[in-house]
């Protein structure tokens, strides 16, 4: 390894908690032993009587062809299980392919064709190390689509496709709950437990009995940890935030202890209020960090199974909300929204999802996006993944171009920025001001900050940006604009146009137009413009000022 990656590892590692270094150990050592599957029928009978609440979206483009992960596979062949023909990447289309939920649409003989096709191709032996097949999120996520989908199709079921199915899923219950995701946590360890717990219903006896204990013990734990006080996922990902309210609807249904049941009424109802504040007019979430318009659950349907769940009515979106400890603030009036971001990426053990989007922001104005966050299109590594986390594709301040966190790799963040919320003023039905800073630039010579104030009222949104330090690095703002929108230049600024919807830009510095990408889910590239204002070289200040035109 070159000496430059060993410091890229060792600035990494240093957030890396020790249990997570332990269990990546003995999942490394373990995926070197004989499989242990073969062979072990967990003490269990299918009870059959559990149905989850299931809210997905669907992944059909025409009658026979699914999408995964952007890619599409014809389901009316045999299935691609070993990737062939799949883009490699991180294998996500390959292991979108294993998670199996297009089953929910599928007519009855294909359903019966495709799960008895897997479960002949994949038995649990020695030849399925190291697959996508075996993986714990995709057996947690599959398994919990075959337990709703055997149970919605019972009185239809072919004679013996039942027990063959059951035998197949209890092993893969049996096995998640002995490789439990603990080297990675986060919203992969709660979706492996909501998995156990729904088991634990669908399944009576010992091994069942098992499972729930696992879960229940751990989750209680996961919930302190990753629901933070304002209600967001610590993530800090819209999408993965509502995975994450879809799985914790799971667990609700299917535990049987009141003190976790009362303690999930709690996360549930706080985490619906962010999911509806973060939900834009489209009805579509935000998309800071890896996030995307169709990567998580339909935000109105999931709020809806809240709601029916806890016996209330669904939260309403707030005019003003704060989310201190994520750091996200926002405002809404009728169909428009600004949502800023002055918080940390992620949390330093779990930076995976992160990008370098400090002080950016998203508006929508009149129910159309207008500035948009650049969202992400896959997570192989590539010019693509290295785009969607750079910081000079999102709308906020570049010096020299650079990154405001140390990412490599597709996941990885070495250095990572300090950020500070320095002030903010809540001016009710009138907008904010919010006064932000960070150091993610420091390592540049003269060490230069970062510092934004952000004034949002009806009329627009005024941003004033100041770098101190530095020695000369151009400074420049970026925007990043809906490709629907249609961006007239002039000397002291431009026009921002989509359909009736008129924007005055007025820079403080010379204004240019790039190409860039606007990536609003997996496998989806839109041309698009990026505006650039150059404010000058380090130390500078410069600010724009966006205002709607009646």
Same mark, same amino acid.
């Given at each position: 390894?070159?000496?430059?990656?060993?410091?890229?590892?060792?600035?990494?590692?240093?957030?890396?908690? %020790?249990?997570?270094?332990? !269990?990546?150990? =003995?999942?490394?050592?373990?995926?070197?032993?004989?499989?242990?599957?073969?062979?072990?029928?967990?003490?269990?009978?299918?009870?059959?009587?559990?149905?989850?609440?299931?809210?997905?979206?669907?992944?059909?483009?025409?009658?026979?062809?699914?999408?995964?992960?952007?890619?599409?596979?014809?389901?009316?062949?045999?299935?691609?299980?070993?990737?062939?023909?799949?883009?490699?990447?991180?294998?996500?289309?390959?292991?979108?392919?294993?998670?199996?939920?297009?089953?929910?649409?599928?007519?009855?003989?294909?359903? &019966?064709?495709?799960?008895?096709?897997?479960?002949?191709?994949?038995?649990?032996?020695?030849?399925?190390?190291?697959?996508?097949?075996?993986?714990?999120?995709?057996?947690?996520?599959?398994?919990?689509?075959?337990? &709703?989908?055997?149970?919605? @199709?019972?009185?239809?079921?072919?004679?013996?496709?039942?027990?063959?199915?059951?035998?197949?899923?209890?092993?893969?219950?049996?096995?998640?709950?002995?490789?439990?995701?603990?080297?990675?946590?986060?919203?992969?360890?709660?979706?492996?437990?909501?998995?156990?717990?729904? #088991?634990?219903?669908?399944?009576?006896?010992?091994?069942?009995?098992?499972?729930?204990?696992?879960?229940?013990?751990?989750?209680?734990?996961?919930?302190?940890?990753?629901?933070?006080?304002? #209600?967001?996922?610590?993530?800090?990902?819209? $999408?993965?935030?509502?995975?994450?309210?879809?799985?914790?609807?799971?667990?609700?249904?299917?535990?049987?202890?009141?003190?976790?049941?009362?303690? +999930?009424?709690?996360? +549930?109802?706080?985490?619906?209020?962010?999911?509806?504040? #973060?939900?834009?007019?489209?009805?579509?979430?935000?998309?800071?960090?890896?996030?995307? +318009?169709?990567?998580?659950?339909?935000?109105?349907?999931?709020?809806?199974?809240?709601?029916?769940?806890?016996? $209330?009515?669904?939260?309403?979106? @707030?005019?003003? !909300?704060?989310?201190?400890?994520?750091? /996200?603030?926002?405002?809404?009036?009728?169909?428009?929204?600004?949502?800023?971001?002055?918080?940390?990426?992620?949390?330093?053990?779990?930076?995976? &999802?992160? &990008?370098?989007?400090?002080?950016?922001?998203?508006?929508?104005?009149?129910?159309?996006?207008?500035?948009?966050?650049?969202?992400? $299109?896959? /997570?192989?590594?590539?010019?693509?993944?290295?785009?969607?986390?750079?910081?000079?594709?999102?709308?906020?301040?570049?010096?020299?171009?650079?990154?405001?966190?140390? !990412?490599?790799?597709?996941?990885?963040?070495?250095?990572?920025?300090?950020?500070?919320?320095?002030?903010?003023?809540?001016?009710?039905?009138?907008?904010?001001?919010?006064?932000?800073?960070?150091? #993610?630039?420091? $390592?540049?010579?003269?060490?230069?900050?970062?510092?934004?104030? !952000?004034?949002?009222?009806?009329?627009?949104?005024?941003?004033?940006?100041?770098?101190?330090?530095?020695?000369?690095?151009?400074?420049?703002?970026?925007?990043?604009?809906?490709?629907?929108?249609?961006?007239?230049?002039?000397?002291?600024?431009?026009?921002?146009?989509?359909?009736?919807?008129?924007?005055?830009?007025?820079?403080?510095?010379? =204004?240019?137009?790039?190409?860039?990408?606007?990536? %609003?889910?997996?496998?989806?590239?839109?041309?698009?413009?990026?505006?650039?204002?150059?404010?000058?070289?380090?130390?500078?200040?410069?600010?724009?000022?966006?205002?709607?035109?009646?």
């Amino acid at each position: 390894m070159r000496p430059r990656h060993l410091r890229l590892l060792g600035r990494s590692i240093r957030h890396t908690r %020790p249990a997570q270094l332990w !269990f990546r150990l =003995v999942r490394v050592i373990r995926s070197r032993l004989p499989f242990p599957v073969r062979h072990r029928d967990p003490e269990v009978e299918a009870t059959g009587a559990f149905t989850l609440p299931l809210v997905t979206r669907p992944e059909w483009v025409d009658a026979d062809v699914v999408s995964v992960a952007g890619q599409h596979v014809r389901v009316a062949d045999p299935l691609p299980w070993s990737g062939d023909g799949l883009d490699a990447g991180t294998g996500l289309a390959h292991l979108t392919l294993h998670y199996m939920t297009y089953l929910h649409d599928v007519d009855l003989y294909t359903f &019966h064709r495709i799960v008895d096709d897997w479960i002949e191709r994949h038995p649990g032996t020695d030849a399925d190390r190291g697959g996508f097949a075996w993986n714990p999120y995709a057996i947690a996520i599959r398994a919990m689509v075959w337990m &709703h989908e055997l149970t919605r @199709r019972a009185g239809e079921l072919t004679e013996g496709f039942r027990p063959r199915a059951d035998r197949s899923l209890a092993r893969q219950l049996a096995f998640l709950a002995r490789r439990l995701e603990r080297d990675v946590g986060g919203n992969h360890l709660i979706k492996d437990l909501a998995a156990l717990m729904a #088991g634990s219903c669908y399944f009576e006896g010992p091994a069942a009995d098992t499972w729930a204990t696992i879960a229940e013990s751990r989750l209680l734990r996961q919930l302190d940890e990753q629901v933070l006080a304002d #209600g967001m996922h610590f993530e800090r990902s819209f $999408s993965y935030h509502a995975a994450v309210v879809s799985d914790l609807l799971v667990c609700h249904r299917a535990t049987e202890s009141p003190v976790l049941r009362r303690r +999930l009424e709690d996360v +549930l109802a706080s985490m619906a209020q962010v999911l509806a504040d #973060g939900t834009h007019p489209d009805g579509a979430a935000a998309l800071f960090n890896d996030a995307g +318009l169709r990567a998580g659950p339909d935000p109105e349907q999931l709020l809806t199974a809240v709601a029916d769940a806890l016996g $209330s009515d669904p939260p309403s979106p @707030r005019g003003r !909300f704060d989310l201190p400890v994520a750091g /996200y603030f926002g405002w809404r009036r009728s169909d428009d929204l600004v949502i800023v971001d002055c918080g940390p990426i992620g949390p330093d053990h779990l930076p995976a &999802h992160a &990008h370098g989007d400090v002080l950016s922001f998203e508006w929508t104005v009149d129910g159309r996006r207008l500035i948009v966050d650049a969202g992400v $299109s896959q /997570y192989g590594y590539g010019e693509d993944r290295r785009y969607s986390r750079a910081t000079s594709s999102h709308n906020t301040v570049t010096v020299d171009r650079a990154d405001q966190a140390e !990412f490599w790799s597709a996941f990885r963040v070495g250095r990572r920025p300090n950020v500070t919320l320095e002030s903010l003023e809540d001016r009710g039905d009138d907008g904010f001001r919010l006064v932000g800073s960070h150091d #993610g630039f420091s $390592s540049q010579r003269g060490r230069p900050r970062h510092r934004r104030r !952000f004034d949002v009222s009806a009329d627009g949104i005024l941003v004033d940006d100041e770098v101190s330090g530095g020695a000369g690095q151009p400074v420049e703002a970026r925007l990043l604009l809906h490709p629907e929108v249609q961006f007239t230049p002039d000397r002291v600024g431009g026009f921002l146009r989509v359909g009736s919807t008129e924007v005055r830009l007025e820079a403080d510095g010379p =204004v240019s137009v790039v190409e860039a990408w606007w990536c %609003p889910d997996f496998g989806v590239k839109l041309p698009t413009s990026q505006i650039v204002i150059a404010y000058g070289g380090a130390p500078s200040r410069g600010g724009f000022r966006l205002i709607r035109r009646s």
